[in-house]
């Protein structure tokens, strides 16, 4: 491959950048040389394998994402600060494909939080220094565990496995309505709420990009599985915990409470995600009721989101 003299097979769970490197340093190459490569490659083999034969199926919108032509939200991908399990590390030393989404901020095999920094010096990893064993700047291996390891929510962790299972497009049993929500469109929405729930209360910057950082992926990836993982309740939870925290309560309506969510919510008109309008819409309609000839989103009667959270709110 790429008229290399040592070839090395892929990994079946292998990042498409993790490959590259492994394969680089397989023949004393720097990572970031087969990485300019790929963006424009032409070798047969290389293509044939990013187009599904035999590599993971993260391999092709990856690498239409580096030559510059992606297929997802550039969101998607996080292709520059790379994050790592040490126990899966330890295990096998090779980059996981699903460490490279943007919003995968745990291990949901061994329950611990990746890092994205030496445990040693404390520097950002960066795949221009990226090697599977160890820190390049400290020589510190990174299958060495920390003593004291964070602890990961239950909410944290439902949702970094809804997003391994949807990279994988393996079916799994879900609260109805976000069955059909393929990995692209779930992690948007999730990256685009669970923002918008932290910039309501006060703990995230108001321009948020990119999930690079795990500092900025970590707290949307919570929030996210916090309204997610026990849908309808879950986001009804989160709401009533911005409206505790605003100083708008008391006076104020839900576009001076929710500011920016509210405006999230609103953009959810397409027909796969409606039904995360409409859940919104009935807890409106709820707390503030003279509010419900303004919503967008009506129906002649209650759906059973409707009345479930009706119930809800009933003292």
Same mark, same amino acid.
């Given at each position: 491959?790429?008229?290399?003299?040592?070839?090395?097979?892929?990994?079946?769970?292998?990042?498409? !950048?993790?490959?590259? $490197?492994? +394969?680089?340093?397989?023949? &004393?190459? @720097?990572?970031? /040389?087969?990485?300019? =490569?790929?963006?424009?490659?032409?070798?047969?083999?290389?293509?044939?394998?990013?187009?599904?034969?035999?590599?993971?199926?993260?391999?092709?919108?990856?690498?239409?994402?580096?030559?510059?032509?992606?297929?997802?939200?550039?969101?998607?991908?996080?292709?520059?600060?790379?994050?790592?399990?040490?126990?899966?590390?330890?295990?096998?030393?090779?980059?996981?494909?699903?460490?490279?989404?943007?919003?995968?901020?745990?291990?949901?095999?061994?329950?611990?939080?990746?890092?994205?920094?030496?445990?040693?010096?404390?520097?950002?990893?960066?795949?221009?220094?990226?090697?599977?064993?160890?820190? !390049?700047?400290?020589? $510190?291996? +990174?299958?060495?565990?920390? &003593?004291? @390891?964070?602890? /990961?929510?239950?909410? =944290?962790?439902?949702?970094?496995?809804?997003?391994?299972?949807?990279?994988?497009?393996?079916?799994?049993?879900?609260?109805?309505?976000?069955?059909?929500?393929?990995?692209?469109?779930?992690?948007?929405?999730?990256?685009?709420?669970?923002?918008?729930?932290?910039?309501?209360?006060?703990?995230?910057?108001?321009?948020?990009?990119?999930?690079?950082?795990?500092?900025?992926?970590?707290?949307?990836?919570?929030?996210?599985?916090?309204?997610?993982?026990?849908?309808?309740?879950?986001?009804?939870?989160?709401?009533?915990?911005?409206?505790?925290?605003?100083?708008?309560?008391?006076?104020?309506?839900?576009?001076?409470?929710?500011?920016? +969510?509210?405006?999230?919510?609103?953009?959810?008109?397409?027909?796969?995600?409606?039904?995360?309008?409409?859940?919104?819409?009935?807890?409106?309609?709820?707390?503030?009721?003279?509010?419900?000839?303004?919503?967008?989103?009506?129906?002649?009667?209650?759906?059973?989101?409707?009345?479930?959270?009706?119930?809800?709110?009933?003292?």
């Amino acid at each position: 491959m790429f008229d290399l003299l040592i070839d090395v097979r892929p990994r079946t769970d292998e990042s498409l !950048l993790g490959y590259l $490197h492994r +394969l680089a340093d397989a023949n &004393g190459l @720097e990572g970031r /040389v087969l990485q300019k =490569e790929a963006k424009s490659a032409t070798c047969a083999q290389y293509l044939a394998m990013v187009h599904g034969n035999g590599a993971h199926p993260s391999w092709l919108p990856v690498h239409k994402e580096l030559a510059g032509r992606p297929l997802q939200t550039t969101r998607l991908w996080n292709l520059r600060l790379p994050r790592y399990c040490p126990a899966c590390l330890a295990e096998s030393l090779h980059w996981r494909a699903r460490w490279d989404i943007s919003l995968m901020t745990a291990c949901g095999r061994h329950k611990l939080r990746l890092l994205d920094c030496c445990q040693n010096c404390g520097k950002h990893l960066s795949w221009d220094r990226h090697n599977a064993s160890y820190c !390049l700047s400290c020589a $510190h291996p +990174l299958t060495i565990r920390a &003593g004291i @390891e964070k602890h /990961v929510a239950y909410e =944290e962790l439902w949702f970094v496995r809804e997003l391994e299972q949807r990279l994988m497009r393996q079916s799994r049993m879900l609260d109805l309505p976000l069955k059909h929500i393929d990995l692209d469109r779930f992690h948007e929405i999730a990256f685009r709420l669970g923002a918008g729930v932290m910039r309501q209360l006060g703990r995230m910057p108001r321009k948020v990009r990119l999930a690079r950082s795990m500092d900025v992926a970590q707290p949307i990836a919570l929030s996210a599985g916090r309204i997610f993982s026990r849908w309808p309740k879950g986001l009804f939870d989160v709401l009533e915990k911005i409206r505790g925290c605003s100083a708008e309560m008391a006076t104020g309506g839900p576009t001076a409470i929710f500011g920016i +969510l509210h405006q999230e919510f609103s953009s959810l008109y397409k027909d796969d995600v409606l039904f995360i309008r409409e859940v919104f819409d009935s807890y409106l309609k709820g707390r503030w009721p003279h509010c419900a000839r303004r919503l967008t989103c009506s129906a002649e009667v209650l759906s059973a989101s409707d009345l479930y959270i009706s119930a809800q709110l009933t003292p």
